[in-house]
């Protein structure tokens, strides 16, 4: 277990170790609210004694002597409120907004057998146990939910071929390129904290994951860095500018305090807003129109004549079912296999956590737990969806099949070694895409006219978001060019689904269906159920899903109600925001709405009976 006392090592003044940031002032006798970065807030922030402030001042970064007085937490907050000697009024308190509280390296608490300080492991040397190869050194320690995560720069010497399997080219170097380690005792057995080393026993690929070699010179290489630099510095000024057309200057506040790392997420988030998709969202809730209703929508495209509808039972859904089960729809089965073989279908998995707990996990994989025995943070049904090709792509189709994986930020990088370490289940490396799910601000419910669908802001320097739902796929599909490189590959059909029991695509009958009937949309519905946007599993033709991702506008986004903790800036103060009520909105869209922008006659229906 790693306990953090630090965020950045880096940034860190060498003897000092980062707690927590001021993030304002309380009250009017001096009092400050510190936000903690430690997992000993009543050690660092109850017991008086002396602290260290590290802040910017004329430009320059010191660091400064302090005494704490006395400290309370605060209730709901997850702050903590502090006293130090010499502060009196709300004056001078604020001048420390922004200040980061450092305590003495050498003052942390002991820690129990098998714990230890993400510190500790910064800077320690990792060699391969069964070489005794050096690999290289810990730069960064990230958790990233189930377990941590080690980033770990590559030593010069290393002999490692890249991701595409090719060797080092002759003078080039490996010095400067990081790679993801988890930290769990399969794979880190040995730690040594006086030695400064750990023996580490990586599966195969995992080193080589995302890893290029890059033969250009250090100027070369510098150049680009400048040029990345003006380019980021160019979207940020678009960004801001959308963003203060839209009347949401409030969000840059965050830049003109803090440390340069605060600023830069900030920037990051601002950059990372999606314009575009928001604009049309806040104009929806303006519009305020009926919620669009699956259920009812359903029903009234079942009950058009010119509408396509089938219904089957569900056992025929298994790529296995049998010619007498299928009776006269099973050449609309083969039709899909056919078709599924050839690679003109790409499946685009949403990943979610929902999954069925009554169905046994198939130990396809010994390496699906933690040493502490919780699960990684990989979907427990996604992790049993691929090892089963009764319910998803054979295996022996699926070096045709583009897969685009749709999960959290936090799933991300787990979702990506879980596939690097099982040879990617068969499937093409080159045709997997992960993609980060679409986000939006949330934004206030207030009808004061200044405050009307103003972005709320979690801290300073972060945009309180939400997920869009399942109709972000469009956004990220279009953002990412996705239906065009599909469309080079001869792809005709990219099914869109859920990672749910019931929905999970490699579905040849739906498929075979669309087919048949030249359709642009296919759905999947089970009869009798009302869960449509919990799982759903929607077969789009790439010529219409191109059309789709230039219509954003077709698309229909609601507002839900929520109750949010938020920070505002208030005549220069950073005040935090606890409402008693509803205070939000989320914003979000359903993959069905897509259904507006196609004719009724061009979507066909299968029904699922039980």
Excluded at 14 to 29: A, D, E, M, R
Excluded at 84 to 103: K, M, P, W
Excluded at 456 to 463: A, Q, T, V
Excluded at 547 to 557: A, G, M, P, R
């Amino acid at each position: 277990m790693v306990t953090e006392e630090i965020v950045e090592t880096a940034e860190t003044e060498s003897g000092f170790t980062k707690v927590g940031y001021i993030s304002n002032v309380h009250g009017l006798q001096g009092e400050i609210r510190v936000k903690p970065s430690t997992d000993f807030p009543e050690l660092r922030f109850s017991k008086p004694g002396k602290r260290w402030l590290r802040q910017q001042i004329s430009g320059r970064e010191t660091v400064q002597e302090v005494e704490l007085v006395e400290g309370r937490g605060h209730p709901g907050q997850k702050s903590w409120i502090l006293r130090l000697r010499g502060i009196e009024t709300a004056d001078e308190a604020r001048q420390l907004i922004g200040s980061t509280l450092l305590v003495r390296e050498e003052d942390r608490p002991q820690l129990e057998e098998g714990e230890l300080y993400t510190r500790d492991l910064v800077g320690m040397r990792v060699i391969l146990k069964e070489t005794g190869e050096p690999v290289g050194n810990v730069v960064n320690v990230f958790n990233s939910g189930a377990s941590d995560l080690l980033q770990v720069m590559l030593d010069t010497s290393l002999d490692i071929l890249d991701s595409t399997g090719k060797p080092r080219p002759t003078g080039t170097t490996l010095s400067g390129h990081l790679v993801w380690i988890p930290f769990v005792e399969e794979i880190v057995p040995n730690v040594d904290v006086q030695r400064k080393e750990m023996l580490i026993t990586p599966p195969k690929g995992l080193l080589e994951l995302n890893l290029r070699f890059d033969e250009r010179s250090k100027k070369e290489r510098r150049q680009l860095e400048w040029k990345e630099r003006k380019k980021m510095q160019k979207r940020l000024i678009a960004a801001k500018k959308k963003l203060c057309e839209m009347e949401q200057k409030h969000v840059f506040d965050g830049l003109r305090f803090g440390e340069k790392a605060q600023r830069s997420l900030l920037a990051d988030q601002i950059v990372g807003v999606n314009s575009k998709l928001l604009q049309q969202a806040l104009e929806n809730v303006e519009i305020l129109s009926k919620r669009w209703n699956v259920t009812e929508m359903v029903s009234s495209l079942k009950a058009k004549e010119t509408t396509s509808t089938l219904e089957i039972s569900e056992e025929c859904l298994v790529s296995s079912a049998s010619k007498d089960k299928l009776g006269t729809h099973f050449h609309l089965q083969e039709k899909g296999v056919d078709l599924v073989s050839k690679g003109k279908v790409a499946i685009a998995l949403v990943v979610n956590d929902s999954g069925n707990p009554q169905e046994p996990q198939l130990a396809c994989n010994p390496d699906l737990e933690n040493s502490d025995g919780t699960e990684k943070s990989v979907s427990p049904f996604l992790q049993t969806l691929l090892c089963d090709d009764q319910r998803f792509i054979k295996m022996e189709d699926r070096a045709s099949v583009p897969l685009v994986l749709v999960c959290s930020a936090q799933e991300i990088q787990p979702l990506r070694m879980h596939f690097s370490e099982n040879d990617y289940f068969g499937f093409i490396p080159e045709k997997v895409w992960f993609l980060e799910e679409e986000k939006l601000p949330v934004v206030s419910n207030s009808v004061e006219a200044e405050k009307k669908h103003k972005i709320l802001m979690k801290s300073p320097w972060e945009i309180l978001q939400s997920p869009v739902g399942s109709g972000g796929i469009f956004s990220l599909l279009s953002t990412n060019n996705i239906p065009e490189s599909l469309g080079e590959m001869g792809v005709e059909y990219i099914e869109v689904c859920s990672t749910n029991p019931g929905y999970a695509g490699g579905n040849p009958l739906l498929l075979g269906f669309v087919n048949s009937w030249k359709s642009d949309v296919g759905i999947q519905i089970f009869k009798g159920r009302k869960d449509f946007d919990e799982g759903f599993d929607i077969i789009f033709s790439t010529s219409f899903m191109k059309k789709l991702i230039k219509q954003i506008n077709k698309l229909q986004f609601y507002a839900t109600p929520k109750q949010h903790l938020h920070v505002e800036l208030v005549d220069k103060e950073w005040v935090d925001v606890t409402p008693s009520s509803p205070n939000s909105y989320e914003l979000s869209c359903t993959i069905y709405s897509s259904l507006k922008a196609s004719s009724f006659d061009k979507i066909c229906i299968m029904e699922v009976t039980e």
